[in-house]
T-cell receptor, first 113, second 113 residues
Framework: QQQVKQSPQSLIVQKGGISIINCAYENTAFDYFPWYQQFPGKGPALLIAIRPDVSEKKEGRFTISFNKSAKQFSLHIMDSQPGDSATYFCAASNPGSARQLTFGSGTQLTVLP | DAGVIQSPRHEVTEMGQEVTLRCKPISGHDYLFWYRQTMMRGLELLIYFNNNVPIDDSGMPEDRFSAKMPNASFSTLKIQPSEPRDSAVYFC???????????FGSGTRLTVV
């Protein structure tokens, strides 16, 4: 019940296209859903996060869409750029676990020039 | 702020040797987490501390692994004796009490030959 399932495992997008990464969870106690971006040789870095009281959050070209009833959330990268090429992790946490994050398995995004 | 600082960045050791990984969290962060990242298993939580006290070490693979946090600005993860299957990237992360997201270090790439 603690799992967060992420898809796809890898994604190739043309420059200027839209990248979409999906995650699903089972634990209804989760109340914080961040996305992390990781470049090779670096640690994951917080990209954007959402709480379940809203259905969408947008920061620049990055948008999280959240569907509470379906227990799914997704990351949309608009106008994808080669510099966006990285591994993306979704995660979730609940208030009862010291904000311990449960991570998805990661999506390796490649944006072709 | 220098962020979460880990050392060394790379470690190559022979099987059976003791390995010590070090972490300096962000000042003022009450939580410290140790993660292991591999291609096969993704990001795995090994142990986390709250105010220097270990709270959950259920992710530590076996007794060969130990972690300490003697003060608010320093933590170590020790593997003794090391084995080739311990080869991975080990990340330290810290967060505030409010749980607004983790800040990861750049990781230590451990290779046990």
């Amino acid at each position: 019940q603690q799992q967060v399932k992420q898809s796809p495992q890898s994604l190739i997008v043309q420059k200027g296209g839209i990248s979409i990464i999906n995650c699903a969870y089972e634990n209804t106690a989760f109340d914080y859903f961040p996305w992390y971006q990781q470049f090779p040789g670096k640690g994951p870095a917080l990209l954007i996060a959402i709480r379940p009281d809203v259905s969408e959050k947008k920061e620049g070209r990055f948008t999280i869409s959240f569907n509470k009833s379906a227990k799914q959330f997704s990351l949309h990268i608009m106008d994808s750029q080669p510099g966006d090429s990285a591994t993306y992790f979704c995660a979730a946490s609940n208030p009862g676990s010291a904000r311990q994050l449960t991570f998805g398995s990661g999506t390796q995004l490649t944006v072709l020039p | 702020d220098a962020g979460v600082i880990q050392s060394p960045r790379h470690e190559v050791t022979e099987m059976g040797q003791e390995v010590t990984l070090r972490c300096k969290p962000i000042s003022g962060h009450d939580y410290l987490f140790w993660y292991r990242q591999t291609m096969m298993r993704g990001l795995e939580l090994l142990i986390y501390f709250n105010n220097n006290v270990p709270i959950d070490d259920s992710g530590m693979p076996e007794d060969r692994f130990s972690a300490k946090m003697p003060n608010a600005s320093f933590s170590t993860l020790k593997i003794q004796p090391s084995e080739p299957r311990d080869s991975a990237v080990y990340f330290c992360a810290s967060s505030r009490k409010t749980g607004s997201g983790y800040t990861f270090g750049s990781g230590t790439r451990l290779t046990v030959v």
